[in-house]
């Protein structure tokens, strides 16, 4: 397994539409090991193929303490979406930025697994914001885009300043 490059914000890539996985094959399994792996070692909670550079729709989240409850969904769409929650969100694409987002409280997702079956997962609370999140970036969307542009800019400054003094600027 490898650690694949995460694309960081403003990276254009990362405003990507991924395309379905037609492919159910031992590349996509590869791809899969290899996402859980760099959100791990990230430290990350979930990450999609878009913030790697891959344009399809894979999105792997373990949100358990123990880091052992790998949940990875191809193909994911939204059933249902029940209530609201607002939960300070964070994301692998922008490190160090946290922002408090407004999604639903709970959701069913279809999707498909890495051989291709079909399932259905319904999530709550933490891992349904984090689901959404990811979703989100396979439709080339990101969590600032849900910022009142006031806020999002403040973000975005924050972001740009954290980078020039990480290079010594």
Known sequence: MSKLAILEFPDPRLRTRAAPVEHFDAELKQLVADMFETMYGADGVGLAATQVNVHRQVLVADMSEGR???????????????????????????????????????????????????????????????????????????????????????????LEKQRKQAVGG
């Open 68 to 158: 052992n409850e790998p949940l990875a969904l191809i193909n994911p769409e939204i059933l249902e979406k029940d209530g609201s929650q607002v939960y300070q969100e964070g994301c692998l694409s922008f490190p160090g930025i946290y922002a408090d987002v407004t999604r639903a409280l709970k959701v069913k997702v279809k999707a498909r697994d890495v051989e291709g079956r079909e399932i259905v997962v319904e999530v709550e609370g933490p891992l349904a914001v984090c689901i959404q999140h990811e979703m989100d970036h396979l439709a080339g969307k990101v969590f600032v885009d849900y910022l009142s542009p006031l806020k999002r800019s403040m973000l975005l400054k924050r």
